[in-house]
């Protein structure tokens, strides 16, 4: 099954915040992360049955590799939501809204 990918602007404003955490430290970092996270967005799409359902039963997780932030997803028919990009370090309990 092909699957759409739906990220909503709020986890576009959280990415371009990563961009700019990372940039300030190191230039060029900004841009590693930002291509992480389209890598994994990009594997989510293919495969977004691969990670486990955490949160209430619908939500589902995958961690980056280098960078300590998840993604937030769920699958609704043919569309993947993606409902945060966040950052691990953050209240744990903010995750999803």
Do not use: C, S
């Amino acid at each position: 099954m092909d699957y759409k990918l739906n990220v909503w602007n709020e986890v576009k404003i959280n990415i371009i915040d990563g961009f700019k955490r990372y940039e300030d430290k190191r230039i060029g970092l900004g841009g590693e992360f930002v291509n992480e996270v389209e890598d994994m967005l990009n594997y989510i799409q293919k495969y977004p049955e691969h990670f486990q359902i955490k949160h209430r039963n619908r939500y589902r997780e995958a961690v980056l590799k280098r960078f300590p932030y998840i993604i937030i997803y769920e699958i609704i028919d043919n569309i993947v939501v993606v409902f945060e990009v966040f950052p691990t370090k953050d209240d744990p309990d903010n995750k999803v809204k």
